[in-house]
């Protein structure tokens, strides 16, 4: 490389050569060059551009890596792939698993098939019996593939349902979860290493094996079988993936499984990284299933279903008071939690400490044991004796002996079957809500939230609330907990749960986005009886507007 801005320093330059070199990717290394060409003219968006991709690294953390494409450390490219893999491979052998196999998927977004073979390659390398999927799968098969191999690891090239330019690389470990701490840190601080010296003297080896149809039976298998052989099957529905890699699996589940098929919505039906028709990947954003909404206005169906790009993650909608309208993660994970509990299924139920409080509240009218968890299926997956969990953010695990993971698919199957056994008694999922919120109270939760360009205003929020926080919410007196301090139940983690008799709220960063987050709950006893559940309703969304605006006062924030 000859080409150098003289407004980047000598040292820098040299960084970005050296980097450069050893880039096996003819793309980013033109995508470099581009750049440099760019910056000696002067412009200040490609000087902007290198300075922010090469002078910082994208962090390693529990979610694993996920960035934007392109060149630098601190981007998601095949040099920042290889490294993370050979360091994912160090601390294996450091853990004395020598020789185990290790699992790697992937979906459909750009460069994702590529990272997976780098990975395969390395880890088969390292002398590990290295496995990659054949082609695109949805994240939870590879998660069911850790245990049905044995696997002492497995690897997803994945970003989910962040925006078409992302791309990311989730880690899992032998016990079908994603990392916790320490193992993030571990496994950073083995990537600073391999990244000191040139990834050409990281060995590669072809000796992996692409896996073959045994893995998608086996999951497809696991599902069907999960299932009572004299349930009802009849539903109308629509279904969604997204533009995602679920359209082809869903489509065999729900044949093993003898649902109504569903109407797809052509538009979205095949795997496409572009996300053509949606402004974002993500089935909770606005917009993002009304051409599915539409399809089921046109059909007269009954539910309609979508999952995110990986088909990790599910979401709902129903028809409510003649409308459709999407479910919130609370209501669909209390009810496939609920219908759960009512199926006699014994063991510990989990969600999230950022959840609805009601599925506390019926697992003890059951008599099962209940847990929260700090976010994320990291936590959720590990809790003993899971039986059932879920979070807020859609994600939902109905089998964690098979997943102890958030997974689209299994959740989809369960809710067909509820949503199928609801119709044939002359009832809809609108009807159970209903009957949930007459029995165990009104439980309603919403989600405030702050998009920065300057996390430290985030910081600067959370100091604020935690030197000065609101003694009444809504009319009530308040205990706070500072959850970064940590307890017997759940780790330290940034973040500050404030009660009331009938509120709640927990503020803590996005782990994955520039945000700040509020979760919010109001709760009223059940009312007397069906025909005040409205009003009861309209009471406690009232009070979370309450709550709304005084969380904006503590934080110092526009809500």
């Not at 902007?48 to 981007?75: K, M």
């Not at 729900?254 to 095949?270: G, I, L, M």
């Not at 459709?324 to 219908?339: I, N």
């Not at 935690?466 to 307890?487: C, H």
Request: with cysteine; glycine share 8%.
């Amino acid at each position: 490389m000859t080409s150098r801005a003289p407004v980047l320093s000598n040292e820098f330059a040299r960084a970005i050569a050296s980097w450069t070199e050893q880039d096996p990717d003819p793309q980013t290394r033109q995508q470099v060059q581009d750049l440099l060409t760019a910056a000696d003219a002067g412009d200040s968006e490609a000087i902007a551009e290198l300075i922010d991709a090469f002078s910082g690294r994208l962090q390693f953390g529990t979610a694993g890596l996920r960035g934007a494409l392109g060149p630098g450390p601190n981007r998601m490219n095949r040099v920042v792939v290889g490294q993370t893999a050979a360091a994912l491979a160090t601390y294996l052998l450091d853990h004395g698993l020598a020789g185990g196999k290790v699992i790697i998927g992937f979906d459909a977004r750009r460069n994702s098939d590529v990272f997976a073979k780098d990975t395969a390659e390395i880890m088969a390398g390292a002398g590990f019996d290295a496995m990659i999927t054949s082609g695109p799968l949805p994240t939870p098969v590879v998660a069911f593939g850790i245990g049905h191999f044995g696997c002492v690891a497995g690897v997803v090239v994945t970003a989910s349902h962040n925006p078409p330019q992302d791309n990311g690389y989730k880690v899992y470990l032998g016990d079908g979860s994603q990392i916790v701490p320490p193992a993030d840190a571990e496994i950073s601080s083995r990537i600073d290493e391999v990244a000191k010296h040139s990834l050409d003297d990281v060995p590669r080896a072809q000796s992996y094996a692409v896996l073959d149809a045994e893995l998608v039976d086996a999951y497809v298998d696991r599902i069907a079988s999960s299932l009572p052989a004299d349930a009802p099957r009849q539903v109308r529905w629509v279904y969604t993936p997204l533009h995602g890699v679920g359209g082809s699996l869903v489509e065999r589940v729900v044949e093993a499984c003898r649902f109504s098929p569903a109407q797809v919505v052509s538009e979205q039906a095949e795997p496409d990284p572009r996300f053509p028709t949606v402004a974002f990947p993500n089935p909770e954003e606005p917009g993002a299933i009304d051409l599915a909404l539409a399809l089921a206005h046109d059909i007269g169906a009954d539910l309609v279903i979508a999952n995110d790009p990986d088909a990790d993650r599910l979401a709902a909608a129903v028809v409510v008071d003649g409308h459709w309208r999407m479910l919130s993660g609370d209501e669909l994970g209390v009810l496939l939690g609920e219908d759960a509990l009512r199926r006699g299924a014994r063991g510990t139920y989990a969600c999230s400490i950022v959840s609805s409080s009601l599925l506390a509240a019926i697992a003890s009218a059951y008599r099962q044991p209940f847990v929260y968890t700090l976010t994320g299926f990291k936590w959720i997956g590990r809790v003993p004796g899971l039986v059932y969990g879920y979070e807020e953010a859609i994600g939902y695990c109905t089998d964690p002996q098979a997943v102890p993971d958030k997974d689209g698919i299994s959740a989809l199957a369960r809710l067909l079957r509820l949503a199928a056994s609801l119709k044939a008694d002359g009832g809809s999922i609108s009807d159970r809500l209903d009957e949930i919120a007459c029995h165990y109270g009104v439980y309603e939760t919403d989600q405030m939230s702050l998009r920065v360009k300057h996390v430290e205003i985030i910081a600067e929020a959370m100091a604020r609330l935690r030197a000065s926080p609101p003694t009444m919410l809504a009319g009530q007196p308040t205990s706070i907990v500072d959850l970064a301090r940590g307890s017997d139940e759940l780790p330290p983690t940034d973040a500050v749960l404030i009660n009331g008799e009938t509120v709640k709220v927990v503020a803590r960063p996005s782990g994955t986005e520039p945000k700040l987050k509020c979760y919010l709950e109001a709760r009223l006893p059940a009312p007397p009886n069906s025909a005040d559940l409205a009003a009861a309703r309209a009471g406690a969304r009232s009070t979370l507007a309450r709550i709304r605006s005084e969380m904006s006062e503590a934080l110092g924030i526009g809500a």
